[in-house]
């Protein structure tokens, strides 16, 4: 049996990137599939049909910048979306100036635009990096606290963002957080791509320590997939008290050794 969700319109925050791609692919073959609404700093890029399903052409794009609130309640406005999925981010690896500016700013906007122009739900892309430190987790869970020190400003503003988004989680505004871990599959721009450059510039031949991180990989199908789960649960008035201002880790089956 297809899934369906109780939507008629759904909008993709982020949509344009590597996971976004992915969300606009399970919720269009959603059954009835919902209008599908994309908004994002840049362009829909080309996709190839071997990867994805969806139809280019109808799927509704509205560029703009997550960080102003007229972008932002521009969009909200013109389409009415019952759900907001939030997966936009600024790519590893860059200044703290950016993710504050995007993930806590952007992320304060989003939310207060989607509570002024009453938007029954969200759904934020947080990140399994939020409780991490630099040391390995053993079977952490969501009972997990945060660190006391984030590894950098990118999980620091990860877990303020996510924190500012389950706060928000009410009645008339459902919120609800997913977490994955390092994401992998078709269209992937960080991991395999910079792992594969470290090859082609020979950085495999240097050890550093014991060769036994831990690290958690997640294949971008599931975490899609967890997006669309998490999205039919808080619009079902029924589930919507479990999962609402919850948090959720997302991972493959068992944690790999890098
Ligand atoms: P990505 O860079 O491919 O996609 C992010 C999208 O957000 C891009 O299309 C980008 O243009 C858009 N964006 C950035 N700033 C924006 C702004 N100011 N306004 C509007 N749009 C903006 O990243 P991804 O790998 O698909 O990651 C998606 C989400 O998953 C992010 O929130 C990220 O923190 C989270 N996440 C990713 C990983 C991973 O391994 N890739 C792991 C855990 C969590």
Redo the contacts with the bound molecule.
């Keep these: 049996q297809p899934l369906s969700i109780p939507a008629k319109k759904v909008l993709l ?8 791609l992915h969300l606009i692919d399970q919720f269009w073959n959603l059954s009835p599939r919902p209008e599908i609404h994309v ?4 362009e829909l890029p080309k996709v190839s049909p071997n990867f994805y399903k969806f139809n280019p052409s109808q799927i509704n794009v509205h560029i ?4 102003s609130p007229t ?1 932002v309640s521009e969009v909200i406005s013109r389409i009415s979306p019952e759900v907001i999925v ?7 690896g860059m200044g703290s100036a950016i993710y504050y ?3 806590v700013d ?1 992320t304060k906007n989003l939310i207060a635009c989607a509570k002024k122009l009453k938007v029954p739900a969200l759904v934020y ?5 939020v409780l991490f430190n630099g040391d390995d987790l053993y079977n952490a869970d969501e009972t997990h606290p945060f660190p006391a020190k984030s590894m950098d400003a ?1 999980n620091l503003t ?1 877990q303020i963002a996510e924190e500012l988004v389950l706060k928000a989680d009410s009645p008339e505004f459902r919120t609800t957080a997913i ?6 599959g078709p ?5 395999i791509p910079a792992l594969r450059a470290m090859g082609q510039k020979g950085q495999h031949k240097i050890q550093l320590g014991n060769n036994l991180n831990l690290f958690d990989v ?1 294949y ?1 199908g599931n ?1 899609a997939y967890s997006h669309v789960l998490a999205a039919q649960k808080i619009l079902d008035p029924k589930e919507a008290d479990k999962v609402g201002g919850e948090c959720f880790l997302i991972t493959n089956d068992a944690p790999i050794y890098f």
């Design positions: 925050v982020g949509g344009c990137g590597f996971l976004g908004f994002d700093i840049r703009g910048d997550l960080t972008d939030h997966s936009a981010s600024p790519v590893h500016k995007v993930n952007g892309t947080s990140s399994a990096g990118y990860k977490r994955p871990a390092g994401i992998f269209g992937d721009r960080q991991m997640t971008v975490v």
